[in-house]
C-alpha cells in the first residue's frame, strides 16, 4: 500500500508539472518572464513567502540562559554581611519542542509558497486569456472592416445604378443599414479588444519593461504570429492547436483550493504535535557561587551551589488535554474541510472540463477549406453583383453568412482557449442553473438579431 501511494504521488505530480507546462506554452517566454518578475499579485506573495522562511528561521533554537542573583539577611542594604548567591540557569533536553516549533514553522512556509503558486498559475491563466482575446478580437475587428469595404464597394454600384434609375432607392437604404450594423459591431469588437490589452497590462504591473513586453505579445500575435492565406489574415488564435484536457484527477490535484486545503492539514498536524511537545516535562540545572556566613569576613563560608528542576505537566492535565483536544478538532475541522473541497471541485473541474472540449468541438467543426473556398467566391460574388448576375439581397446574404461562419469560428477559438485557462488556472468556476440559463438567452438572442 505504501509503494502504491508513493506512486499514485508521483504521478499526480507529474500530471500536475505536466499541466503547468501546457499552461506555460500559451504564454510567450517574456510575457511570462514578466509576469512572474513583476506582476505586484505575485511580488506580495513572494513578501509573504519570504516573511514565512524568516520566521521559520527565528524558532527551534534554546532558550536563552538566566542569571540568578540572591541576597537575604543583608543589614543595612551591606551584601558583604549576609549570605549571597549567584547562579546561572538554562534549560536541557528541549530538542523535541524545538523541532516542532521548527516543523510549524516549516507547515506555514508551506502554505505560503501553495499560494504563491496557485497565484502565479491564476496570473498566468489571466494573461493568458487578455492576450489571445485581444488578439482574437483584433482579428474579428479585421474580418468586420473588410466586410464594411465590400459593402462600401457595393454601395457605389448600388448608388451608380440607382442614379441612372436601374435600382431602388430601398436598396441604398439596405446597404446603409447593413454597413451601419457592420460598423457598429466593429465598434464592439475594437473596445473588447482594448479591454483585454488593458487587463493584460494590468496583470503584469506597473513596470515599465513589463508592460512593453506585454504590448510587444499584442503586437506580435496580431501582427507576425498570424499567418497569411493569399490576400486575408487569419488570427493568431486560429493557428494554435488546442489540445485535450488533463485528466480529471490531475486537475483535482491542480485545483488552488485542493491544495490549499492539503497544506491545511499539515499545518494543522504541525500545531499538534508542538503542543504535544510544549506538555512534555521541561528540564533544567543551574550552577553557581554562595556565601554564606556572619557579618564581615570572619567566620564566611564560599562554595558552589547546583540544581535541578522540571516542570511536572500533570499538574495541569485538564488544560493540557483541553489544549490537545482543540488541536485535534482543527486537525479534523482540516481533514473534514479536504474531503469537502475535493467533491466540490471535483465537480468544478468537470464541468470545466466538459466546457472546454465542448468548445474545442465546436471549434472543430469549421471546415477551414470550405470557409477557404467561401472567402475566395467573394470577389466573384461582388463583380457578378456589379453586372447584375446576382441580386442585392444575395450578396448581402453571401457575405453575412461567411462573416458570421468565419468570426464564430474565432470566437470558438476563443471560448475554447478561454476554458483551457480557467481549466489549468486551478481554480475552474461551477456551473449553475442561472449561468446557463444566461448563456442560453444571449445566444438566441443572437440568433435572433441574425435572423432578422
Known amino acids: 500500500m505504501l509503494l502504491g501511494a508513493g506512486g499514485l504521488h508521483a504521478q499526480e505530480v507529474r500530471s500536475a508539472s505536466a499541466a503547468d507546462s501546457l499552461l506555460a506554452t500559451l504564454l510567450p517566454a517574456p510575457v511570462r518572464t514578466a509576469i512572474v518578475s ?3 499579485a505575485l511580488v506580495v506573495r513572494r513578501a509573504e513567502v519570504a516573511a514565512a522562511e524568516a520566521r521559520r528561521a527565528a524558532v527551534g533554537f534554546a532558550p536563552a540562559a538566566v542569571l540568578g542573583f540572591e541576597s537575604e539577611e543583608s543589614r543595612n542594604g551591606r551584601l558583604d554581611r549576609g549570605n549571597t548567591r549567584v547562579d546561572l540557569s538554562r534549560e536541557f533536553l528541549s530538542g523535541a519542542r524545538r523541532r516542532s516549533e521548527r516543523e510549524a514553522a516549516e507547515a506555514d512556509v508551506r502554505v ?4 504563491l503558486v496557485i497565484e502565479e498559475r491564476r496570473a498566468l491563466a489571466a494573461a493568458a486569456r487578455a492576450l489571445y482575446g485581444a488578439a482574437g478580437w483584433r482579428g474579428i475587428t479585421r474580418r468586420l472592416a473588410a466586410q464594411d469595404s465590400l459593402l462600401a464597394s457595393a454601395e457605389v454600384s448600388v448608388r451608380a445604378r440607382f442614379s441612372v434609375g436601374e435600382s431602388r432607392y430601398v436598396d441604398v437604404l439596405r446597404l446603409r443599414t447593413e454597413r451601419l450594423r457592420v460598423q457598429t459591431d466593429r465598434a464592439t469588437a475594437e473596445t473588447e479588444a482594448e479591454a483585454a490589452a488593458i487587463a493584460l497590462v494590468a496583470i503584469v504591473g506597473g513596470d515599465s519593461a513589463a508592460i512593453r513586453a506585454a504590448s510587444d505579445a499584442i503586437d506580435s500575435a496580431d501582427a507576425s504570429g498570424v499567418r497569411r492565406s493569399g490576400a486575408r489574415v487569419v488570427p493568431v488564435v486560429l493557428t494554435l492547436r488546442l489540445p ?11 485545483a488552488a483550493d485542493v491544495q490549499l486545503a492539503e497544506a491545511r492539514i499539515a499545518q494543522a ?41 522540571m516542570t511536572l505537566p500533570f499538574t495541569v492535565a485538564r488544560a493540557n488535554r483541553a489544549g490537545l483536544a482543540a488541536a485535534e478538532q482543527q486537525t479534523a475541522v482540516a481533514l473534514a474541510a479536504r474531503a469537502a473541497t475535493v467533491t466540490s471541485v471535483r465537480g468544478a473541474v ?18 477551414a477549406t470550405l470557409l477557404q473556398a467561401a472567402r475566395e467566391e467573394r470577389e466573384s460574388a461582388l463583380a457578378a453583383y456589379r453586372t447584375t448576375d446576382i441580386s442585392l439581397l444575395e450578396l448581402l446574404d453571401f457575405e453575412r453568412a461567411l462573416a458570421r461562419a468565419e ?22 468556476s461551477p456551473v449553475t ?14 440568433r435572433a438579431t441574425d435572423d432578422q
Open 269 to 309: 498536524r504541525a500545531q499538534r504535535q508542538l503542543i504535544l511537545a510544549r506538555q512534555r516535562p521541561a528540564f533544567s540545572a543551574s550552577l553557581g557561587l554562595q556565601r554564606i556566613g556572619p557579618e564581615g569576613d570572619e567566620g564566611a563560608a564560599f562554595g558552589p551551589v547546583i540544581s535541578a528542576g
Open 38 to 40: 513583476a506582476s505586484p
Open 112 to 115: 505560503a509558497r501553495v499560494a
Open 433 to 446: 442553473a442561472s449561468s446557463l440559463s444566461t448563456t442560453q438567452a444571449e445566444t438566441g438572442t443572437g
Open 350 to 367: 468537470a464541468a470545466a472540463r466538459a466546457r472546454y472540449e465542448a468548445a474545442r468541438r465546436r471549434a472543430a467543426t469549421f471546415d
Open 407 to 428: 468570426i464564430e469560428r474565432t470566437q470558438a477559438t476563443l471560448d475554447a482557449l478561454t476554458a483551457l485557462a480557467e481549466l489549468l488556472s486551478g481554480a475552474p
Open 244 to 254: 485535450e484536457a488533463p485528466p480529471i484527477d490531475s486537475l483535482v490535484g491542480l
